[in-house]
């Protein structure tokens, strides 16, 4: 092979190596049956972990998405309210009306919960068809929920993000379903849990990067907020990195790991 041809050979390997950056959106499959659903619904647990000892904010949603054909195949997600009857999450959560059909929905409200139910998918949008790609930007649904939510809202905020800022990101941990001890895994325990990440660079990306930002299955659709607490974007998935899921909160927390966020912009429209 002449030198030439050996080094543009060598040059795209490397480009393809370098651009090839590996992300996965963060629902969580795992069995759940219609013969279940109902007990679960009404026997949840939940926790909130905020970083300063203060409550964790009203609206945050937790989804329970049944595959009727096979159990095993059902899954967890996250959301948030931004209206009485409107919540957000991703598209890969909820990407059809058939899958709003099978939404189970329990909305955090005063350290309790209510029920709830998805009744109609308004709109969805994925930019890419693989969810697993780092160059998507949009990742978002709009359901109308069942019955009328009467606690607070999220809300929009009202300038984008910049490389450098400091957000929230208020996650809906699956802590029932991260056990080490799988005998104990259940259906009924999750967790509220607070995380300060930073605007990364994103380059090479579609989305926006944040940093020490350690997400797991299932804090898909979780809210991003900005140092007023008005939203700033969404949690659609993790980039490369991998963890156990149920590792201490404290050593999570120290971890440099970076999440891929939709931006406000995609959704915007559809708050209040």
Not at 8 to 26: D, H, I, N, R, V
Not at 40 to 67: H, K
Not at 177 to 200: A, M, P, W, Y
Request: proline content about 4%; some cysteine; overall charge positive.
């Amino acid at each position: 092979m002449k030198p030439c041809l050996s080094l543009l050979l060598l040059s795209l390997l490397f480009l393809s190596t370098a651009c090839g950056q590996k992300s996965k959106s963060s629902k969580k499959v795992t069995k759940i049956t219609e013969e279940q659903i109902q007990y679960v619904m009404d026997n949840q647990f939940i926790d909130c972990a905020s970083i300063d000892g203060r409550a964790c904010p009203n609206g945050m949603v937790r989804l329970l998405i049944l595959n009727k054909e096979n159990a095993e195949k059902s899954g967890v997600c996250s959301g948030f309210m931004v209206g009485p009857t409107t919540m957000v999450t991703n598209h890969h959560c909820i990407k059809s009306q058939k899958v709003c059909d099978n939404t189970y929905l329990v909305i955090h409200q005063d350290r309790t919960y209510t029920k709830n139910r998805c009744k109609t998918l308004h709109y969805t949008n994925q930019d890419t068809s693989n969810e697993n790609d780092v160059r998507k930007k949009i990742d978002v649904s709009i359901v109308e929920v069942e019955t009328p939510y009467d606690g607070e809202v999220f809300s929009p905020a009202p300038a984008k993000a910049v490389l450098g800022d400091q957000l929230t990101a208020w996650v809906v941990d699956q802590t029932g379903l991260d056990r080490k001890d799988k005998k104990e895994v259940n259906l009924h325990e999750f967790r509220i849990t607070e995380f300060k990440c930073q605007v990364g660079d994103s380059k090479g990306f579609g989305s926006t990067v944040l940093i020490n930002c350690p997400i797991i299955p299932g804090n898909s659709g979780s809210p991003v907020l900005n140092a007023d607490g008005k939203v700033a974007g969404m949690i659609w998935g993790t980039e490369g990195q991998e963890f156990k899921p149920y590792l201490e909160l404290s050593k999570r927390r120290a971890l440099k790991h970076r999440a891929l966020m939709t931006e406000l912009e995609h959704f915007k429209e559809h708050m209040k």
